[in-house]
């Protein structure tokens, strides 16, 4: 797992240095890493993508609100979990972010382990997202040596075609289609048609529209 | 660093020096429900901070190998917060406090005028016209000015939002002045919306009492002090043919 040789940061997004500081301090006391940030747009010019971790989130900022930030986090695809934290009255609009798909939500001020125990789920929930694209990313790059014959070859055994029926759909002999076969399973390291179809499904599904 | 002018319904250009002061006056009490959320959001932060540094503590002071320069650095933030919080609390304290009040002989016509400007754009803003119907050779009377206006500001307020939510095709407000009885003038702020129910007349000057469920309540209950406080009163009738009425009598300045 060479995602792992990345520390996990805590990113803390408020505007308000008080709170702040006393976020650092408290998750600094619990051995976490955390990076602080005053605003949205200062968040948004650091994060780096491949940076593993969560954002804890401020709902309530000048020029650029949470609900904002996760807007234009989604607008690019970041997965990166957001726990938003709200005032009193916020109520209606953690129920928007929990609709825009926000991990979690607490009310200021909140115990210091429901904020702890949330941010390890937030964590768990970022490495099982990492794991997942890192995954799609390795299929899809051992779908991409295929040449564009097994491509086509793959497309029909999805579609349960027998060697037989392959063979005469291409015009090639029973045999050429075996070795095409072969080589399919061998680049793609799938044991099995099922599990060959299932790669495909996660990571590439137009492929099996390939004709 | 309060954020109350974020709330503050209109702006525009002043006149005068003494009428810009007295038309934020009227403005900043108008807001009086969202300073009520925003001073809760202020205090809410440093409350947060203290939360966050005294767990903080509890947690470090459990592990053998915590530095003790830690704690301190997490006391003193502390203190910090809690200087805060206080501060918080006295400037809501100075705005709560009765302002002395400053009484000088006024024709009501022109304190309403005065305020047109500024309730003609909240109606704009409402999409609802504003109607004047002013009586001439009005007796004065001796008012603190800002205080007779936020009770005008208040009753429109109300009115606006009254129609807001009944929905109607043209809503109307207007603001009428008249001599009443024997040594009183009225002024009477009347919509065309569906008025009130007869179990809400009862507590309509109830401090905290409001149809509305994002509101304070508090703005009759003000405008009721500040009538009492100038010897007068404040009521509700129900205007013709629909609509509600809300009005304050002042006594005639003999003075003046």
């Given at each position: 797992m060479q995602q792992q040789q990345i520390p996990e940061t805590i990113y803390i997004v408020d505007d308000d240095e008080g709170v702040r500081n006393s976020l650092r301090f408290l998750l600094k006391s619990v051995g976490l890493a955390t990076r602080t940030l005053a605003s949205a747009t200062e968040f948004l010019s650091t994060?780096?993508?491949?940076?593993?971790g969560c954002l804890v989130l401020d709902?309530?900022?000048?020029?650029?609100s949470g609900l904002e930030l996760q807007q234009q986090l989604n607008l690019v695809g970041a997965t990166i979990p957001i726990i938003f934290i709200t005032g009193h009255g916020d109520v209606p609009m953690a129920v928007e972010a929990m609709q825009h798909g926000a991990f979690d939500f607490l009310q200021k001020p909140f115990r210091d382990q429901d904020l702890i125990d949330r941010i390890q789920k937030a964590l768990d929930r970022d490495r099982l997202n990492r794991s997942a694209l890192a995954h799609h990313a390795a299929i899809r790059a051992r779908l991409e040596s295929l040449t564009p014959r097994e491509r086509q070859v793959l497309a029909l055994m999805a579609r349960g075609k027998a060697n037989k029926v392959m063979a005469a759909d291409l015009g090639v002999s029973q045999r050429t289609v075996e070795i095409h076969r072969s080589r399919i399973m061998e680049k793609t390291s799938a044991g099995s048609l099922a599990q060959l179809v299932r790669m495909v499904m996660d990571a590439d599904p137009a492929l099996l529209s390939n004709d | 660093m309060p954020n109350y002018r974020d709330s503050e319904p209109v702006s525009l250009e002043p006149q005068t020096e003494t009428l810009h002061g007295r038309l934020l006056n009227v403005s900043r009490m108008a807001t009086i429900g969202e300073m009520a959320a925003g001073v809760a959001h202020e205090l809410n932060q440093p409350l947060t901070a203290i939360a966050n540094y005294a767990h903080a503590c509890e947690r470090l002071l459990g592990r053998t190998d915590m530095d003790p320069a830690d704690i301190r650095e997490a006391v003193h933030q502390i203190a910090i917060q809690t200087k805060r919080a206080a501060d918080i609390i006295r400037r809501l304290r100075t705005l709560a406090r009765n302002q002395p009040t400053e009484r000088s002989p006024f024709n009501l016509n022109v304190l309403v005028q005065e305020l047109y400007e500024l309730l003609h754009t909240d109606a704009l803003l409402h999409g609802t016209r504003l109607i004047l119907d002013l009586a001439p050779h009005l007796p004065s009377v001796m008012v603190d000015p800002g205080q007779i206006q936020q009770v005008v500001f208040n009753f429109v307020r109300n009115g606006l939002e009254a129609l807001g939510a009944a929905g109607r095709a043209d809503p109307i407000i207007g603001i009428r002045t008249s001599p009443h009885g024997d040594g009183e003038v009225e002024l009477a702020v009347t919509d065309n919306g569906p008025g009130l129910a007869p179990d809400a007349m009862k507590r309509?000057?109830?401090?905290?009492?409001?149809?509305?469920?994002?509101?304070?309540?508090?703005g009759l209950a003000i405008s009721s002090t500040i009538a009492r406080a100038h010897d007068g009163s404040v009521g509700y009738r129900p205007a013709e043919p629909n609509g509600a009425c809300f009005y304050l009598r002042l006594p005639v300045s003999f003075g003046g």
């Open positions: 994060y780096q993508a491949d940076q593993p709902v309530r900022m000048p020029t650029m | 309509l000057f109830d401090p905290f009492f409001s149809t509305k469920t994002n509101r304070t309540g508090l």
